[in-house]
């Protein structure tokens, strides 16, 4: 519901990371003093023996590939309730730096003038009471969404043209547009680091029990501009889940769409864990796997889950990832692994071993290079049968052509 202008509150303390959540151990001692708390930011301290033997420091797996750890959480995690009142009373948005936008609205750099503050927002237009149901939607997941790997909600403000929803920046920019650098390295061990991060954010969230439904490239960020920590954003399309109650959605983009999304049938956990098989595909190999040369192709692409390991392109890449990859673009939904299964699966552990002997660089990063650049011409947003786009899928699966 809507508050008169009552800032949002703060929670106290935090809530742990899961305990499938692995993390490279190293032998040293004497990281810090015995009651001395280690910033999450650094790594945690653990005394294996029963609290008799050493203290050993556990890094995050993103430490592997950085020399300095990324900037703590720039606030503590808040509950935010949609209010209304003058967001120029609180806030100074910059008009002229824009980071992104869509059929939404947009979002923009802003700061917060008492403290400076640097944040995002974003302006969502109103255009009829659905747009404030789904904004209600969005804050009221983000509210649940108290994780490292996941983007922070600050404030949500009413006016009567526009919601506002102010949240975390992240100055890193997109993964993929990150890694096609021709300075950046990419190797296997960093595809590891990165999936092991965007399933720890999963995680978090299915134990939530919210299904994020647009898990893509464009919705997984870069903290720092050097770093290799990374977090999930974009809580628009997502939903609470109650694996009692069955849920359905139309939604998403073609080609990390999963097949009971196209189909229309019930959704689960699952169907986050084939979009993430999806984006480890591409950053192992560069490719989109089910991208065809027009939205029909693709989603029939989908529908039958038609995919293979592009020889050329899979060329080096480890046996583990490859298994990795197997385990989540199944067709049936009960078949993909969970993201706790994935943070257990062996491509995903012993990542301090492998970094010392896995440097070879990966071809995919020419091939995401041509992939990103292409997205850049052909913004393509299109969800499931939105706009009469899609004709109806048959009983019988298939999907009938486009109406053009």
């Not at 967001?87 to 824009?98: E, G, L, V, Y």
């Not at 919705?219 to 501009?225: D, G, R, S």
């Not at 050329?312 to 989540?328: P, T």
């Not at 049936?332 to 993201?339: D, F, I, Q, V």
Request: charged share 25%; glycine share 8%.
């Amino acid at each position: 519901g809507q508050s008169s202008g009552a800032p949002p509150r703060m929670e106290s303390g935090s809530v742990e990371g899961p305990p499938e959540s692995q993390e490279i151990c190293s032998m040293t001692e004497g990281h810090g003093a015995k009651n001395s708390p280690i910033p999450p930011q650094w790594g945690t301290q653990h005394r294996p023996s029963g609290g008799t033997g050493p203290w050993l420091f556990c890094l995050p797996p993103w430490s592997l590939s950085d020399d300095t750890p990324p900037p703590p959480a720039p606030f503590t995690h808040r509950i935010v309730q949609l209010r209304t009142g003058d967001f120029r009373d609180t806030f100074s948005i910059n008009t002229k730096d824009m980071l992104g936008g869509g059929k939404f609205g947009e979002v923009r750099v802003c700061t917060v003038k008492e403290t400076g503050l640097k944040l995002a927002v974003k302006i969502i237009k109103k255009q009829g009471p659905k747009d404030r149901e789904m904004a209600e939607v969005e804050i009221d997941v983000m509210n649940q969404l108290n994780h490292q790997h996941l983007i922070q909600l600050y404030d949500a403000i009413e006016t009567p043209r526009e919601i506002m929803l102010f949240m975390e920046f992240v100055e890193g920019g997109e993964l993929f547009e990150r890694i096609i650098d021709e300075d950046y390295r990419l190797t296997e061990v960093d595809c590891m680091v990165f999936v092991h991060q965007i399933c720890d954010g999963i995680l978090f969230m299915h134990r939530m029990r919210v299904l994020h439904l647009d898990l893509k490239p464009e919705n997984i960020l870069c903290v720092t501009a050097k770093g290799h920590m990374v977090k999930i954003i974009d809580f628009g399309l997502a939903r609470r889940y109650n694996p009692r109650e069955k849920l359905k959605v139309n939604f998403g983009t073609p080609e990390f769409l999963s097949p009971e999304v196209v189909s229309y049938e019930q959704v689960s956990y699952s169907t986050d864990m084939w979009s993430m098989g999806v984006i480890t595909y591409m950053l192992l190999s560069g490719l989109s796997p089910f991208l065809g040369d027009n939205d029909t192709e693709t989603l029939n692409n989908v529908l039958a889950a038609s995919w293979y390991f592009d020889e050329e392109a899979f060329e080096g890449i480890s046996d583990e990832a490859k298994d990795f990859v197997s385990n989540l673009i199944i067709k049936e939904k009960s078949g993909r692994m969970s993201a706790a299964q994935c943070l257990q699966h062996p491509w995903l552990n012993n990542l301090a071993e492998k970094a010392k002997r896995v440097n070879r660089r990966l071809k995919s990063q020419v091939l995401l290079r041509k992939y990103v650049m292409r997205r850049r011409w052909k913004k393509n947003f299109i969800g499931v049968c939105a706009a009469n786009r899609f004709k109806k899928i048959t009983s019988s699966g298939s999907l009938t052509a486009l109406g053009v």
